[in-house]
RNA sequence: GCCCGGGUGGCGGAACGGUAGACGCGGCGGACUCAAAAUUCGCUUCUGGUGACAGAGUGGGGGUUCGAAUCCCCCCCCGGGUACCA
């Protein structure tokens, strides 16, 4: 028999037991069965561009270990897998090098399959989709057109990135410093017709609803921030010169009677007609057009200073009535609110600094604390000893300079109490706002989604009927035609017939936002078979909500919050009932190198490849796991794969040897059959009768077990749980070198060849030693399964001739977790002075009182007067002294 | 800018408010070997001391507490997101 460590020959062999028995394949028949109990553990779906990096591997190991967690604990487990194949970067790889976006995203597609399969990951290949096949993205536009009878779908004009040159439409990501990409021409800021979903009528439930999922913290704050909802008022500012009213959303109409001045977003479309044929046109024209072509993060940052220019219009404030200088600003944003402010520069930072760039004035509605108040304000407002310097005031307070009916209350009940009265007057109304906007679908691009719509000049906007789709992506020439959507280049494609008039019409060009693709797949793959449908509602609803949703922390806003969306759409239209998709998220933290994001410019990636080559797939997985907590970035070191290389190698000796060990000493101990070199059947069951250092190691087992299942169940510390079972497995290792001595191999089966009665009164001797060890190597090699499942299915067969991964997971036995001892820790001022080992039953006065008589916390206790005992049992005493 | 994370030995990291540094890497020393590799055993936060031991120490500053890496406040640095990368 082969003693050494070899992936290269175990990996393969177990990789095929488990594609020969479909192993990993669920039926939805099962389901059917009243004792299943399904789970769905979903990673996030890959982009499939060149091959899988090493954030892959990290993100199926942690998917992979929980899928086995699970289905060791008895559950029908759903793992499939799938990949997000439409995107950019393959069109961007067409444009320059002229291969086929799919010739390309189908042969990473091949190369992820692979990999994924020699990594050893337990999908069900029976559910794989794509979104740029056909037969995947027909049921896209299917939700698409659902979403559009529905009413969920709009279309109106939108800023987009134009290359001017290029003439086309940039991502955010092909705009360096205002430049295109390619092109390096400056970008323009252009209006275009374009598609949206109105994510906007959720706000209120996808902020509600994060309150019933169990995510973690910082990513439901996150999506909090990004709806961002704010309760205030909307107020009508009227323009007479115009005849015109200007709404204006704030969340502090107590500060109205504060207002000096009026600005507007550079986007807003009233801007230029405010200013037309005056003498302010020009200047207001070229700040705006400076405004739209800006970096846009840059534009917000607080410490730049304002600037803006006067549109020589006024609006009446409504409170009062005064006139308020109108002006266009950048620091006022077009997406949120209405695109106008009313500006109170007394309780406003950016209002304060603009109206200090521009010499407006600054008026106090609020009192601040440190101002000194007068007995009664309320009827002379004036007598306030108003600290001019201690503007903007941004608290609370009491109103003052503002209405007879207000001055003096404070501010948050003024807050009610004002709208209030707008509402009467007709002046305004309670309003919420949120910042999150509804979302942008379209694209002019080429390697997406088409979204099945006709343009018709008599019948208008005409879904494509159901039983036409798919509308499959044409074959195109150029992927990058001029001033058009690529698709427009399709004539024979784009020039159709209307459904509904069958007279000449055109159809839609643009393609859907990869993230529309990306935002269902989870329910595809519960009936990824389905031809008649997207899915069939009684399965999806059956496996919905995934019960384990694993991806990168980058995903935490944007692709979670679409995908909720789609649900509760999808749930309200009648097609699916699941209020929330993901029921648990995990978000693991990125993998670096040499402490930075791996780059092909760089030159410091890692691939996979290299490291399953060398070391095998149950190296590369569990290092990925073992170099730090799975939810935080981690550094690649070659030298740490290396370290968990040389740990399976040994667990896996150490397994292959007491196998053999236990072969021989079979006959003698358990009475067997002569000569039978049949596994003991029961090795993964707790020996009895063990004493001594064999009793400690069966401590040691039991002790994995509990740390191993409380790091997985409760916590996601895969790498504390490798660390756990490395331990073990040094405890093994030094409990076998104390049965054998240090040699590198006992040579169990040649001694026996030749030394006959000898060998085997040794080895009865050594019998309990073994039994124990053997123990512990199968628990090892079963609570390291779901990180290694290849060398543990294999060391594990050896011990117990039992397939691993279809043993329910181990238990610990409380016997053997508790301790007669303990070691207590004697501190003063809390710092350790000494320790003791004590008996775990002694009462928290034994625990003082050994404790105040210890020789070596003395000579810090002289001259003192103790104060304070401090016991902890089980833990330490501190004493207190002054 | 805004939102969300993170900062602990030479390195990756561990530590329900209770022994800082588990486990691994690297380094040093020993065993095995003709030798090397592999394997194996021991030591390894820093400073002082032969040593027992003492002092310092979790990005910086302050606070709460008998006790803080952990909780609170302020600051610095690094990473992710910022709506057309996915």
């Known amino acids: 028999m082969d003693d050494r460590y070899d992936p290269q020959q175990i990996e393969p062999r177990w990789q095929q037991v488990w594609a020969d028995e479909r192993t990993w394949e669920v039926s939805n028949s099962a389901l059917q069965d009243a004792d299943a109990d399904p789970v769905y553990v979903l990673e996030m779906l890959p982009y499939p561009s060149g ?89 896209t536009q299917w939700l698409f057109l659902q979403f559009f009878k529905n009413g969920l779908v709009e279309r109106r004009s939108a800023a987009v990135n134009w290359d001017p040159v290029d003439e086309t439409v940039l991502a955010n990501e092909q705009v360096i410093d205002g430049r295109g990409e390619r092109s390096g021409a400056l970008v323009e800021i252009r209006q275009l017709e374009q598609w949206f979903l109105r994510i906007t009528d959720y706000a209120q439930r996808l902020l509600d609803d994060l309150d019933t999922i169990d995510w973690p913290e910082h990513v439901k704050t996150m999506q909090r921030n990004w709806i961002g909802r704010s309760a205030g008022a909307e107020v009508r500012f009227r323009c007479d010169e115009l005849d015109t009213e200007y709404e204006v959303f704030t969340t502090r109409p107590d500060t109205l009677f504060g207002a000096t001045f009026f600005v507007m977003a550079p986007e807003h479309p009233d801007v230029m007609k405010l200013v037309e044929g005056t003498d302010r046109e020009d200047e207001v024209r070229a700040y705006v057009q400076k405004a739209l072509t800006a970096d846009r993060t840059e534009r917000g940052a607080a410490d730049k200073p304002k600037t803006g220019v006067a549109l020589g219009r006024e609006v009446v404030n409504p409170v009062n009535g005064e006139r308020l200088p109108m002006y266009v600003a950048d620091y006022v944003l077009i ?44 009827s002379d407002a004036n007598a306030w000893a108003l600290s001019e310097e201690a503007l903007p005031y941004v608290g609370d307070g009491p109103l003052v300079n ?68 798919p509308v499959v992506l044409p074959e195109i020439e150029d992927y990058k035609p001029k001033g058009k959507s690529p698709l427009a280049a399709a004539e024979d494609w784009v020039n159709t017939t209307c ?87 995990f978000t693991q933290g990125m993998i670096t190198k040499d402490g930075a994001k791996m780059s092909k410019s ?16 149950d190296t590369a997985r569990t290092y990925a796991l073992f170099l730090g907590p799975p939810d935080q970035d981690a550094d690649w070191s070659d030298e740490g794969v290396e370290g968990v290389y040389r740990f399976l190698s040994r667990l896996w000796r150490l397994s292959a040897e007491a196998a053999e060990q236990m072969v021989h000493a079979a006959p003698i101990s358990e009475g067997a059959s002569a000569g039978s070199s049949a596994p003991h059947p029961a090795g993964a069951t707790t020996p009895d009768g063990c004493e001594g250092d064999d009793l400690e190691l069966i401590r040691k087992a039991h002790w994995a077990i509990d740390k191993v299942t409380g790091d997985m169940g409760r916590r996601f510390a895969f790498n504390t749980a490798v660390a756990a079972v490395m331990e073990l497995t040094n405890a093994i290792s030094a409990r076998r070198n104390a049965l054998v001595g240090n040699g590198a191999s006992s040579r169990a089966a040649e001694a026996t060849d030749e030394g006959g009665t000898f060998v085997n009164d040794q080895v009865v001797a050594n019998l309990e030693g073994w039994a124990a060890i053997r123990f512990a190597l199968a628990t090892a090699n079963s609570l390291l399964q779901p990180f290694a499942p290849h060398l543990t299915a294999d060391a594990y067969e050896r011990l117990t001739g039992c397939r691993v991964w279809e043993q329910a997971w181990p238990a610990a036995e409380q016997q053997y977790l508790e301790r007669d001892e303990f070691e207590l820790v004697v501190q003063v001022q809390g710092k350790v002075r000494d320790r003791v080992t004590v008996s775990a039953s002694a009462s928290r006065e034994e625990l003082e009182a050994l404790a105040m008589g210890r020789e070596k916390i003395q000579p810090f206790l002289e001259g003192k007067t103790v104060v304070k005992v401090i016991v902890v049992p089980g833990k330490l005493v501190n004493v207190v002294v002054r």
């Open 602 to 617: 760089k030159g410091n990636t890692v691939a996979p490849r290299e490291i399953v080559d060398k070391f095998g797939a």
């Open 51 to 139: 091959e899988p990096h090493v954030g892959h591997l990290k993100n199926y190991a942690i998917g992979d270990a929980v899928a086995h967690f699970k289905r060791r604990h008895g559950k029908t487990v759903l793992h499939p897998m799938g990949f997000d194949s439409f995107g950019l970067p393959a069109e961007n790889n067409a444009i320059k090098t002229g291969e086929h976006p799919r010739d390309a995203t189908e042969k990473s597609i091949k190369s992820f399959q692979r990999q994924f399969r020699e990594w050893g990951v337990s999908i069900d290949w029976s559910r794989e989709i794509a979104s740029h096949r056909p037969e995947y993205y027909r049921w």
């Open 402 to 469: 503002s209405h007879a009916d207000f001055d003096g209350t404070p501010n948050r009940d003024a807050l009610a109490a004002i709208t209030a009265w707008l509402n009467e007057q007709g002046k305004g109304e309670e309003a919420i706002n949120f910042r999150l906007r509804d979302w942008l679908i379209s694209r002019q691009r080429y390697w997406g989604c088409p979204i099945p719509i006709i343009h018709c000049d008599s019948c208008g906007m005409v879904p494509v009927p159901e039983d036409q789709l």
């Open 335 to 378: 997406d949120y609110g209405t695109g106008a402010i009313m500006a109170v520069p007394g309780h406003d930072q950016r209002d304060f600094d603009f109206a200090q760039a521009y010499g407006l004035p600054v008026k106090r509605v609020i009192v601040g604390a440190n101002d000194d108040a007068p007995d009664d304000f309320a």
């Open 499 to 585: 459904p509904t008039c069958a007279r000449p019409a055109l159809r839609e060009t643009d393609t859907l936002d990869t993230f529309v693709d990306s935002s269902w797949y989870f329910l595809r793959y519960t009936d990824a078979q389905n031809d008649q449908a997207a899915f069939d509602p009684a399965v999806a609803n059956r496996w919905m909500p995934i019960d384990q949703y694993i991806g990168g922390v980058e995903h935490a806003i944007l692709h979670l919050l679409y995908a909720r969306f789609f649900c509760k759409a999808l749930t309200d239209i009648g097609v699916l009932d699941v209020n929330e998709p993901f029921q648990a998220l």
